[in-house]
């Protein structure tokens, strides 16, 4: 891994990294959530709605546990597609463990039996996670066990749903029994080892996803072209560009008279507002880069996957 050791930390704990994997939507990113105790990871329906890997550092009385969110795990149809494969791929290297979530909702099919073979071929020991149990029965979800107890072979199974707290505390215990002894390896009170600027892009991109269908949120990016902060009146002023493939997106994300746009700004600066803890001044504007997402080295200018 390539966190800074932390060698000032004079204790020994249950220290190391866990990683996330599954299908698309499989609700990694809202366990995340969920265990951290606030908004650290967005969220929607939208598929590859995780484009970075990143870790969230939860601290606890003698252990330390790094969860590495990952890209969902899909079929690619373009180079973004296969730049998040590789993302998700590469955050199996050298974890201490992995947790494979399967939907609760939906039949484990062709695309869990996929992730969960990449899983197996990590040597990782796993933990399977039956997430979204809010949504299915009881008899839907020991099917789900079932099912992928049998391609897995796992004997660490926990039931969730983290949107009603539902076992989440057994799963960070589940992982922190995968944990060796060691140092911690971020400063306590890390949160997340994302810089501010990744964090603010990722949030304006979840409003567009939540707020538009079709084509248009998976031809979304995001860059921070500035990002300024004032200590004395803890205000942040922020400018970013929405990026999109075709003319008649951006016509959609602006809306109206620039109805949309005014409303994704407005939510985006909510949250934002909630995360840093400040004052935030946020100005949007959309502008068209053909085809970005066939594009490595665009791809690798939005810093998704392993682009950054």
């Given amino acids: 891994m390539t966190a800074a050791h932390n060698s000032t930390a004079p204790e020994s704990v249950k220290s190391g990294f866990v990683a996330l994997l599954g299908r698309p939507n499989a609700g990694k990113s809202t366990l995340i959530n969920a265990v951290m105790g606030r908004k650290v990871a967005i969220t929607s329906n939208t598929p590859q709605t995780t484009r970075h890997r990143f870790r969230a550092v939860v601290d606890g009385e003698g252990y330390q546990l790094v969860l590495v969110d990952t890209p969902g795990m899909h079929k690619p149809k373009d180079a973004l597609g296969e730049e998040l494969n590789r993302s998700a791929s590469k955050a199996l290297e050298d974890v201490d463990g992995i947790a494979f979530l399967v939907d609760a909702s939906k039949p484990f099919g062709s695309g869990d ?3 969960a073979e990449a899983a197996k071929a990590s040597g990782a020991p796993v933990i399977l996670v ?3 149990s809010d949504l299915a029965s009881g008899t839907v979800i020991e099917k789900q066990l079932q099912r992928a107890q049998d391609v897995l072979g796992c004997e660490r199974t926990v039931v969730v749903s983290a949107l009603a707290g539902h076992n989440v505390a057994r799963f960070v ?13 971020f400063p306590e009170g890390t949160g997340i080892d994302q810089p501010t600027e990744v964090i603010v892009a990722e949030f304006i991109r979840e409003k567009v996803l939540v707020s538009t269908f079709d084509e248009v949120p998976h031809a979304v990016g995001v860059l921070v072209e500035d990002l300024s902060y004032d200590r004395r009146r803890n205000f942040y002023h922020i ?12 016509g959609i994300i602006v809306g109206k008279r620039g109805s949309m746009i005014k409303e994704i700004g407005t939510q985006a600066r909510c949250d934002l507002g909630r ?4 004052d935030i001044y946020l100005e949007l504007r959309v502008k068209v880069r053909k085809g970005w997402r066939r594009d490595a080295s665009q791809i690798r200018r939005f810093g998704y996957g392993e682009g950054a």
Wanted: glycine letters at 8%.
């Fill in 275 to 278: 995360f840093l803890g400040a």
């Fill in 113 to 115: 039996l996929w992730v």
């Fill in 130 to 132: 039956v997430s979204k």
């Fill in 173 to 185: 215990e589940l992982c922190c029994g995968l944990l060796p002894e060691g140092p911690r390896w």
């Fill in 239 to 250: 400018h970013a560009v929405i990026y999109v493939e075709r003319d008649s997106q951006k």
